[in-house]
Nanobody, 126 residues
Framework: QVQLVESGGGLVQAGGSLRLSCAAS????????MGWFRQAPGKEHNFVAA????????YYAESMKGRFAISRDNAKNTVYLQMNSLKPEDTAVYYC???????????????????WGQGTQVTVSS
């Protein structure tokens, strides 16, 4: 079992930055692919970014490239999402998620992930 708790959300002006954190409990954090998803009001969960268990590779949704950066600290059982140049359309609840790292690709969608956090709200004002 892996329990995930997100933090770091809040209200920020357009053009600003936020860093989200996701703390994981349980064993063998480095054995899990970690991902970030987001859900805007009335919309489905959308993939944001993912990172391999050892942090060796990452994958981003096209619209996030260059603005968002995913990273992890396996010693702290934590994954991060640095978000820069935020836009009002980035407003959403952001979720972190995990699944066992079998060494396959990072392009898996929502159904690939077994464990989910409760989410943290990010609101970007114009």
């Amino acid at each position: 079992q892996v329990q995930l708790v997100e933090s770091g959300g809040g209200l920020v002006q357009a053009g600003g930055s936020l860093r989200l954190s996701c703390a994981a409990s349980g064993r063998s954090f480095s054995s899990y692919v970690m991902g970030w998803f987001r859900q805007a009001p009335g919309k489905e969960h959308n993939f944001v970014a993912a990172i391999r268990g050892n942090g060796g590779s990452t994958y981003y949704a096209e619209s996030m490239k260059g603005r968002f950066a995913i990273s992890r600290d396996n010693a702290k059982n934590t994954v991060y999402l640095q978000m820069n140049s935020l836009k009002p359309e980035d407003t959403a609840v952001y979720y972190c998620a995990a699944h066992v790292d079998y060494g396959l690709g990072l392009k898996g969608g929502r159904s690939t992930y077994r464990y989910w956090g409760q989410g943290t709200q990010v609101t970007v004002s114009s």
